[in-house]
């Protein structure tokens, strides 16, 4: 063998060595990479961004204020949301576009939201939900439903239990074609600190609660199921406040003392034929609770 053909054989060695050894890397460099992609694989997604805040739909009656009908009605929509939904309200603009107001109506509207303590605003950042708003404060009534949703809403509620019973005397003035109605009987809590603050007694008539989800009674109040998930149309309620005193039964609910103050509301539900669809008895602690009326000049 030549010295040309020893080279040549030494050189055919070296380049198959390296090309091996080139090969091996390569699988490693794989290796590693896939090991990599599994790794990062392996990491927990990213949590998803909480649902956006959706306000509820208004049908604005003109003869009462608008900035009064859009709070209590962004006032049931905050107070009712999913507990994962987004803090922050839409701006000003959208929500305006939302409730097909002016801008210095929506305004209004929150400015009362944010005396209240349910909202905050804040300059460039914009406006939010505050975590630790009280759930239960005076109600201003001025004849809208929606005002009703509002002062029902944000609380949490337990079905103490539901069925057919016959007419209650009491009520049979409300009921005269009926020989029994469904009774459905709620207890509310305070959904920061758990305490009691009303239980409400619903005498609904019977064609209108074969149609009631009691699921839905545990999220919103009798009204808004009515009115939003049954569809009747309510065309007016009668409220009347008196006090009284905590019976055996009220005082063991709402853990007062027997005998102590209640404010016992009574609401009437008309529909558009009207027919009462709907009468609430609920009794409210005292010290929770107080009702104030405006009366419109014009």
């Keep these: ?28 460099g794989a290796s590693e990479a896939g090991a990599s992609e599994a790794g990062g694989d392996a990491q927990a997604a990213p949590a998803p961004p909480p649902p956006a805040f959706a306000p509820d739909s208004l049908v604005l009656n003109r003869k009462l204020p608008l900035w009064y009908q859009v709070s209590q009605s962004l006032r049931a929509s905050i107070l009712g949301r999913p507990q994962d939904a987004s803090a922050r309200l839409p701006t000003e ?28 605003r804040h300059r460039r950042r914009g406006t939010f939900i505050e975590p630790r708003a009280r759930r239960v404060s005076p109600v201003r009534l001025l004849g809208s439903v929606d005002a009703i949703v509002a002062q029902q809403s944000g609380e949490a509620t337990t079905i103490l239990g539901h069925g057919p019973t016959a007419v209650p005397g009491d009520l049979a003035e409300f009921f005269p074609d009926c020989a029994e109605v469904t009774c459905y009987r709620r207890l509310r809590r305070d959904g920061q600190s758990d305490e009691p603050t009303n239980w409400a007694e619903n005498a609904v008539r019977p064609d209108i609660a074969a149609r009631i989800d009691v699921a839905d009674l545990e999220r919103w109040p009798m009204t808004k199921v009515l009115r939003d998930v049954v569809g009747v149309r309510i065309s007016r309620i009668t409220d009347t406040v008196e006090a009284r005193l905590a019976d055996p039964v009220t005082a063991e609910l ?12 009574t609401g009437v539900t008309y529909d558009e034929e009207g027919r009462v669809v709907d009468v609430a008895r609920i009794r409210y602690r005292g010290d929770r609770f107080s009702f104030s009326v405006t009366v419109e000049a014009h």
């Design 93 to 120: 603009e959208q929500l305006a576009a939302h409730y097909g107001v002016s801008v210095l109506t929506m305004r209004q509207a929150l400015k009362e939201l944010e005396a209240e303590g349910l909202i905050s």
């Design 254 to 265: 709402l853990q007062v003392p027997l005998l102590s103050p209640i404010l016992h509301y």
């Design 1 to 28: 063998m030549t010295e040309s053909q020893e080279r040549t054989g030494a050189d055919t060695q070296r380049t198959g060595r390296d090309a091996a050894s080139g090969a091996g890397a390569s699988e490693a």
